[in-house]
């Protein structure tokens, strides 16, 4: 028991010194991290708004509320994947395999997200578009990197 | 029908992709997996003098005639008998000999423990992605989204990098351990979430390898005896909502 929580203790703790980390070489996972984390914080004030101060006017139905949190838990998902590979990119791990493989499946995830909000790009102007741009940035960025790396991986080992 | 297919899917599933990690085969002393434990156990048991050591040598002998539970039980008997030892004798051989024997049960618990997590995290891997192959023939709404977009696919694609994390002995490293605090924490809130609209199959799909991830990833007894009670709920209240 001692052990679980002395070793969430220190991950939280590396985790938010590596966030003070910043180097140029991963400017895109940052800005990547920074996007659905500030995403996800959003999802958990709303689901916080939705529990603890509910509105007299419009009362939340559960269905809201899980929508919320299965959201939530997506958006964590993700904002995980974009930091682990920052912190890779911070310490030139990229070419491993497993970095790889995260490198695509963020590239995948960020794209069906970029399909999922582009119906609305025409519709409500300024934020929304901006965060399509900056996803679908983050999506190529990161589908070349896993793209080159793979490469280099293949030429390391001819 | 329906039912029969989709149980029946599952188990071949199972089947199919457990062949490939070799939980089928019994961890013996005689095994092919590990030679290297055989090769040690016997030099201990041919250098042990000792009386208590007997049992040693019948616990061997009877590890190789009967199976894998007996083997682990009197393995435990034998390392608490090891430990009483090392309080007992004070010459030096015997007790080198006997912090072999207990490094070397270490070793196989280990061993044990590694093979069941690497089978885990494969079975889990494959549920999911079964889960998303089932979600994408199905379709429906933005269903791309909730497939690729940190969706079922997406975990499948992490249970997959854990699994390989696990075989090469790297799952301490933070990396590993933020992936796996994720993942447990997207299989809990699966676990919550009410699945009133969906049909059987939606429900196993959506449920079932969300179970799986919640054993595999929780590693402590204390938590995994509480995710157990809850999942028993949950199957109660699931078999309650289908029969309706």
Do not use: W
């Not at chain 2, 990690?21 to 005689?30: L, R």
């Amino acid at each position: 028991m001692t052990t679980v929580f002395s070793d969430l203790k220190e991950g939280i703790l590396s985790t938010l010194q590596g966030l003070t980390v910043i180097r140029a070489k991963s400017a895109g996972y940052i800005l990547g991290t920074v996007m659905l984390g500030i995403m996800s914080l959003v999802k958990a004030k709303e689901l916080c708004t939705m529990l603890f101060v509910p509105s007299t006017v419009s009362p939340t139905t559960y269905y809201q509320i899980f929508s919320r949190l299965s959201r939530l838990s997506r958006l964590g998902l993700m904002t995980t994947i974009l930091y682990t590979l920052k912190d890779a990119s911070d310490r030139d791990r990229l070419k491993g395999s497993t970095f790889i493989q995260l490198n695509f499946l963020a590239a995948g995830a960020l794209l069906s997200m970029v399909l999922y909000l582009s119906p609305s790009i025409g519709k409500s102007n300024g934020p929304l578009t901006a965060l399509i741009m900056l996803a679908s940035g983050i999506s190529t960025m990161t589908l070349c990197q896993g793209v080159s790396s793979l490469k280099a991986k293949n030429n390391s080992e001819q | 029908m329906v039912f029969v297919n989709v149980y029946a899917y599952a188990i071949g599933l199972i089947l199919v992709h457990l062949h490939g990690t070799n939980c089928f085969s019994v961890p013996t002393s005689i095994g092919r997996s590990n030679n290297n434990n055989k090769a040690a156990l016997s030099t201990t048991t041919t250098t042990f003098l000792n009386e208590g050591n007997v049992i040693l040598r019948r616990t061997n002998y009877g590890c190789r005639c009967i199976g894998r539970t007996t083997n682990s039980i009197m393995l435990s008997k034998l390392s608490a008998a090891a430990a009483e030892e090392e309080e007992e004798n004070t010459e030096e051989e015997e007790t080198e000999d006997d912090a072999a024997a207990t490094e070397l049960l270490d070793n196989k618990k280990l061993a044990g423990r590694k093979k069941r997590l690497i089978m885990g995290y494969q079975l889990s891997s494959f549920a999911y992605l079964a889960a998303s192959s089932f979600h994408l023939i199905k379709g429906g709404n933005n269903f791309l989204y909730y497939i690729f977009g940190g969706g079922t696919f997406t975990v499948a694609g992490i249970l997959y990098i854990l699994k390989g994390a696990a075989q090469n002995d790297r799952l301490g490293s933070d990396t590993y351990k933020r992936l796996n605090l994720s993942i447990i924490f997207y299989a809990f809130v699966q676990q919550i979430l009410p699945a009133m609209g969906l049909g059987l199959s939606g429900k196993l799909f959506f449920k079932g390898p969300a179970i799986l991830t919640l054993i595999n990833g929780i590693k402590v007894s204390f938590f995994k005896m509480l995710a157990m009670l809850f999942l028993f709920f949950r199957f109660i209240t699931l078999n309650f909502l289908t029969s309706k």
